[in-house]
Structures are given as structure tokens and as C-alpha cells.
């Protein structure tokens, strides 16, 4: 079983032009297996939910085999967006909502 364990965030950044923008949502989870990977991906909004919400789905890849192995796994999301189009990121595990994160402005970021 995989959890969440650090804090999750989500920033709306740019390069220091002020052009590139992207949203990133970065967190950790606890792994039980070596050969397992946390992966972020975008999940359409229902009807009725407010634009300004992204919603993405934790899934955890394994590939291969791989021997038990308590650790953590980073997970990272980015996309591109214009300015202020997300407000708030929902992280869902197995279709239900577990993690609610509000999205922070950072004016400029050396990009990488």
C-alpha cells in the first residue's frame, strides 16, 4: 500500500522573463517496493467543477519485479499554463479525493 507522506505543493511559476509558465505539483509517497514509481496524471474536471481546479490521479507504476523495500518516491507533475489558471489541485487515489492543495504565485523562477 502506498501513502502519502510529506506535505504536497503545487506553484504557478515562470522563468525570470516572465514568460514559460507552468504549474508543478511535487509530494512524496511511501513505497512498499523498489521497482515502484509514483506517477501524476491530469484527469478531466466532471461537470460542475469549477475550471480553476485541476485534478490529477496517483497511480504507482511498478515495472519488473522488485524486492520489498520500504522507501519514499518522489512525484512531480508540470504542465504549462497561463497566468492564474489554476487556483486549486485535487490529488486522487483509487477515484476519491484525498489530498486538497491551494496554488501558490511565485512571480519569476530560474527554470530548469
Same mark, same amino acid.
Given at each position: 500500500?502506498?501513502? #502519502?507522506?510529506?506535505?504536497? %505543493?503545487?506553484?504557478?511559476?515562470?522563468?525570470?522573463? !516572465?514568460?514559460?509558465?507552468?504549474?508543478?505539483?511535487?509530494?512524496?509517497?511511501?513505497? #512498499?517496493?523498489?521497482?515502484? %514509481?509514483?506517477?501524476?496524471?491530469?484527469?478531466?474536471?466532471?461537470? !460542475?467543477?469549477?475550471?480553476?481546479?485541476?485534478?490529477?490521479?496517483?497511480?504507482?507504476?511498478? %515495472? !519488473?519485479?522488485?524486492?520489498?523495500?520500504?522507501?519514499?518516491?518522489? #512525484?512531480?507533475?508540470?504542465?504549462? $499554463?497561463?497566468?492564474?489558471?489554476?487556483?486549486?489541485?485535487?490529488?486522487?487515489?483509487? !477515484?476519491?479525493?484525498?489530498?486538497?492543495?491551494? $496554488?501558490?504565485?511565485?512571480?519569476? %523562477?530560474?527554470?530548469?
Amino acid at each position: 500500500m502506498t501513502e #502519502a507522506l510529506r506535505p504536497w %505543493k503545487a506553484e504557478e511559476t515562470t522563468d525570470l522573463n !516572465g514568460d514559460n509558465r507552468k504549474i508543478t505539483v511535487t509530494g512524496e509517497v511511501s513505497t #512498499a517496493y523498489a521497482n515502484e %514509481k509514483p506517477v501524476l496524471t491530469e484527469v478531466p474536471p466532471p461537470t !460542475g467543477i469549477d475550471p480553476t481546479t485541476l485534478i490529477l490521479e496517483l497511480t504507482i507504476d511498478s %515495472k !519488473g519485479v522488485g524486492p520489498a523495500l520500504v522507501g519514499v518516491a518522489p #512525484a512531480k507533475f508540470t504542465k504549462p $499554463v497561463s497566468f492564474e489558471q489554476y487556483k486549486h489541485v485535487i490529488i486522487r487515489r483509487d !477515484g476519491s479525493e484525498n489530498i486538497n492543495i491551494e $496554488v501558490q504565485l511565485i512571480l519569476s %523562477k530560474a527554470t530548469s
